[in-house]
């Protein structure tokens, strides 16, 4: 009898060993980031299945062990909260948080500590539909000649640069719309009732686009386009 029971006791410990260590045997390396390229710190990224919370460092990056297949909830201050899936084959997880709208979403973002590098975030410009009434304008570019200091409509071009930039042969901002790249006749098709947001990216901000940015980004989220982390 005691043989027996000596054995089940042995097999239940064995399957607990292996099938146990197994639940938590993934590691997961990420970063977090804001417009793609601002790294966020002091972020907070929870792995679901065991509640388990860990914090970016200076650089944005993290380190936690999960199932092998998780959810990473990744939150911050300023920010709207992100959930993030992860596949068995994944073993690193690059996070973009999206900012809210409004200064004082700003303000959070850098009081929290979250931004370091605030330069690079004071070269942001940002409208959306919370601060003002898009619906008043006449059409996008009254919008940003109107309400984005140092932006100009020069023969329906956007310019968001600078003086510099008008004296080369190609300076005109790039346009992004619900994170497609479009031409600029894309403004003119857009009613400014739905407008969502726009923002405008210039010097390093808009670096994430390579060349094509280099005369800054304008982005522009419509209501009709993907609004999934509100």
Request: one cysteine or more; a neutral charge; proline letters at 1%.
């Amino acid at each position: 009898m005691r043989i027996v029971n000596f054995f089940s006791f042995t097999c239940i410990f064995f399957f607990i060993l292996v099938f146990g260590s197994k639940a938590q045997d993934k590691v997961i390396h990420g970063t977090v980031t804001t417009f793609d390229s601002i790294r966020l710190a002091k972020v907070d990224v929870k792995v679901k299945s065991t509640g388990q919370i860990v914090l970016t460092d200076s650089l944005g990056s993290f380190t936690v062990q999960c199932d092998n297949e998780d959810v990473l909830i990744v939150s911050a201050n300023g920010f709207y909260k992100q959930r993030v899936k992860l596949e068995p084959k994944i073993k690193f997880a690059a996070v973009n948080l999206n900012l809210k709208p409004g200064i004082k979403s700003r303000e959070h973002a850098i009081g929290y500590g979250h931004v370091r590098d605030v330069d690079k975030l004071n070269a942001l410009s940002n409208l959306n539909d919370d601060d003002i009434d898009f619906s008043k304008y006449a059409d996008i570019y009254e919008i940003l000649q109107g309400r984005f200091s140092g932006v100009r409509v020069v023969n329906g071009e956007v310019i968001v640069r600078g003086k510099n930039t008008f004296d080369h042969f190609n300076n005109a901002a790039l346009i992004v719309v619900d994170g497609i790249q479009r031409d600029i006749t894309a403004l003119s098709n857009i009613p400014t009732d739905q407008v969502k947001s726009i923002d405008v990216l210039k010097d390093g901000s808009s670096a994430i686009y390579g060349v094509q940015g280099a005369n800054g980004v304008v982005v522009i989220r419509t209501k009709s386009g993907s609004d999934e982390n509100k």
